[in-house]
């Protein structure tokens, strides 16, 4: 043996064989470790785990490689030198210790080098563990899909309604009123955006307004409202119901909204007549000219009532005459005419045409005012006869028997100028042939053109047939005019 051959007191010899006893325990340890490591991390990409177990796969092998080597030159070494003791050992003369001394220091380098490869397997996992909980120690969270960024097309998938006010009830009917509709519309979640077209109604689609409303990327609603406005309708047509008809970029129909209650009717009773004639004037207009004069009456009932039938009496003469008549209201209708008429020749004494008006016996009492024409006709012509036509009764007395008794009467039908102020005809009547006369009088009144007089014979028919005569008048005042004279025909026998 060299001097240089160092040798291992057997204490020496035990504490090797108990760190390699350590170093296996220690082992096991950094397996369980790995495991942990392992377990904790199993939702890694498997790259990770691949690695992981190849370092262990190495290290392992490595360490019963060099552990099968160190026991098979111990074993060759032991046969070689059987000589050798411990106690030659203790003394440090032998070299043949030397090679299992040398194996000792490569099994320490190996179990160095495994050490060294866990704490670097050890501070990698440590890091990758701070990395992922680095806010709080929470789990980061799970990454978002690759296309949770990726917008999709616009498509508007519900409109919500709603109206204000909610309610009309206890409004009166006719009352103004503005009605608001809302229309929330709704789109699918990260779309590009874009416009929205649509139709809104106010009158449960019988009527429909275009409009449009536009959404940016992303926006998911957007509201859009519309109005009605006006008097409340005693027939409850408005507000009607509302909603919107999407035409585009889909088609979508939204529910209907409408206040609900009614609005309450007035009463329904005559508020105030109006009255209107036609012409308004006969100023400059000659007496006698015929003419047809009309009254107009406007009636006014309570507005936003249920209607009914108004009854009264009409009258073209100041009231001395009435003649009974109605008109019939409609739900909600405020007014309605009614026109009656007087018709005839002016007279000169300008009686007609009078005041006209109305006055109303139901649902309530109301008198309207009286209208007429203005102004009086104008008498054209002079007070003066104009022409007398004469008729007799009988007309014949043939087939009599003479000394029968009769009574023959003469009528004088006088006529005077149109339009006249009218006075009195001054004359003279005969009943035989003009042998004889008796005077007599007739008064015209203003505007009168015809009046009639009669006067007679009577007696026994003579056998000399000298009565009856021709009778006849002669006009001396206003002017002077003589009639025709008639008899009967024939003669008594």
Request: charged letters at 10%; hydrophobic letters at 30%; proline letters at 7%.
């Amino acid at each position: 043996m060299a001097e240089k051959d160092e040798f291992f007191l057997p204490e020496e010899v035990d504490r090797q064989i108990e760190n390699v006893s350590q170093f296996k325990e220690g082992d096991r340890i950094d397996a369980a470790a790995l495991e942990y490591l392992r377990s904790f991390y199993q939702a890694d990409a498997q790259q990770e785990q691949d690695t992981l177990d190849r370092i262990w796969n190495r290290i392992a092998s490595a360490t019963l490689f060099k552990q099968d080597t160190t026991q098979k030159n111990e074993k060759e070494l032991t046969m070689q030198n059987p000589q050798i003791q411990y106690g030659a050992r203790a003394k440090g003369t032998s070299r043949g210790l030397h090679p299992r001394r040398t194996s000792l220091m490569q099994r320490l380098g190996i179990l160095a080098a495994a050490v060294f490869l866990v704490a670097l397997v050890g501070s990698m996992a440590l890091v990758l563990y701070a990395a992922r909980h680095n806010n709080g120690g929470s789990a980061p969270p799970n990454p978002p899909p690759a296309n949770s960024t990726a917008r999709v097309p616009l498509k508007v998938t519900s409109v919500s309604m709603s109206v204000t006010p909610g309610s009309i009830a206890g409004l009166s009917c006719g009352t103004n009123l503005t009605v608001t509709y809302t229309a929330l519309f709704h789109v699918r979640p990260n779309s590009v955006g874009g416009t929205v077209q649509f139709n809104y109604t106010v009158n449960n689609g019988r009527g429909q307004t275009p409009a449009s409303i536009t959404f940016n990327p992303g926006e998911t609603t957007k509201s859009y409202t519309f109005t009605w406005s006006g008097a409340l309708p005693i027939d409850h047509t408005y507000p009607g119901p509302g909603g919107v008809q999407v035409t585009s970029p889909n088609q979508l129909t939204s529910s209907l909204v409408a206040p609900t209650g009614q609005c309450t009717p007035a009463n329904f009773q005559v508020t105030k007549i109006d009255m209107a004639v036609s012409p308004t004037s006969i100023q400059g207009l000659s007496c006698g000219t015929s003419i047809v004069v009309t009254y107009t009456a406007t009636i006014h009932v309570a507005a936003n009532s249920p209607g009914g039938a108004v009854q009264f009496n009409y009258t073209v003469n100041n009231g001395r005459g009435q003649t009974p008549a109605s008109i019939n209201f409609g739900q909600g209708e405020t007014t309605k005419t009614y026109t009656f008429t007087w018709s005839g020749a002016l007279p000169a004494d300008h009686t007609y045409p009078e005041p006209g008006g109305i006055q109303v016996t139901s649902p309530n009492q109301l008198t309207s005012s009286l209208v007429g024409p203005t102004g009086q006709c104008t008498s054209s012509a002079a007070f003066q006869v104009t022409g007398v036509d004469m008729t007799v009764s009988p007309t014949s007395i043939q087939g009599m028997s003479c000394g029968s008794s009769i009574v023959v009467t003469y009528t004088a039908t006088i006529h005077v100028a149109a339009n006249s102020p009218g006075g009195t005809v001054q004359f003279s009547y005969t009943v035989n042939n003009g042998r004889g006369q008796t005077p007599a009088s007739i008064t015209f009144s203003p505007g009168q053109t015809i009046r009639t007089y009669s006067f007679t014979w009577s007696g026994t028919l003579p056998a000399d047939h000298t009565y009856p005569g021709p009778g006849g008048v002669q006009v001396t005042s206003p002017n002077q005019l003589t009639s025709s004279l008639v008899a009967p025909t024939g003669m008594c026998s």
